[in-house]
């Protein structure tokens, strides 16, 4: 079975502070994604990676990077937390895009509930 | 905007009755998905619809699509207590565009 991890299920963090969100996928997965969820907007995505050390910004990068310095690891890091950024985080993976399959399912993680004070 | 739009945002059904919703998208699309999610956890895939299908089962699901409409439905038949949840349609053109609707929130009362 397809496993993707994160490394927290619920998180508190002060306005101002560096958060580093971690994902891990064990199924050899060359795409990686970061979502947020919040109520009424549904899934947002803020920034993907094809591959290691490759990253391209979703719909709403702002205030947000990523790390992907292995395969199976991508890291979402909120520079200086702020209370617009409390949400739900869902980390995601899957694999090469199969064009004669137009086949791309994502293989989700349980999600990060981060608040920021 | 390539977002799909879920309707309704609530659906409360008894056991045993069918569920139907549905999904809109505005530009053409490559496939369509559609997802499940129990509260405060992650999304679990449930099906694809490859746009030159028009129809799809699995199981106790019945997914259709309509391009000509920009639309899909999701049936689930003879709905269980373990089926409430919140459902997501997703679309996507390639590889990493996949854009997922706000969601259609399903309460099944035993």
């Known amino acids: 079975d397809v496993k993707v991890t994160q490394s927290s299920r619920y998180l508190v963090k002060r306005t101002g502070e560096k958060v580093f969100l971690e994902c891990v996928q064990d199924m050899d997965h060359e795409n990686m994604f970061w979502y947020r969820q919040d109520p009424g907007l549904g899934l947002r995505l803020i920034y993907f990676s094809y591959d290691v050390k490759m990253k391209e910004k979703g719909d709403i990068p702002e205030g947000y990077s990523v790390s992907r310095e292995k395969k199976e690891r991508f890291s979402l890091i909120l520079e200086s937390a702020s209370t617009n950024q409390t949400s739900m985080y869902l980390c995601?993976?899957?694999?090469?895009?199969?064009?004669?399959?137009?086949?791309?399912?994502?293989?989700f993680g349980p999600g990060t509930r981060l608040t920021v004070l | 905007s390539q977002q799909g739009e879920e309707d309704p945002q609530a659906l409360s059904i008894q056991e045993g009755e069918n569920a139907t919703m549905n999904c809109s998208y505005k530009?053409?699309?490559?496939?369509l998905q559609w997802y499940r999610q129990n509260s405060g956890r992650g999304l679990v895939h449930l099906i694809l619809i490859r746009s030159n299908e028009r129809e799809k089962h699995s199981g106790r699901l019945r997914v259709t699509l309509d391009t000509s409409k920009k639309s899909s439905s999701l049936l689930i038949t003879a709905s269980r207590a373990a089926d409430t949840a919140s459902y997501f349609c997703a679309t996507s053109k390639n590889n990493n565009d996949m854009r997922f609707g706000a969601g259609t929130r399903l309460t099944v009362k035993p």
């Open positions: 995601a993976s899957s694999p090469t895009w199969d064009r004669d399959q137009a086949y791309n399912e994502q293989f």
């Open positions: 530009t053409s699309i490559n496939n």
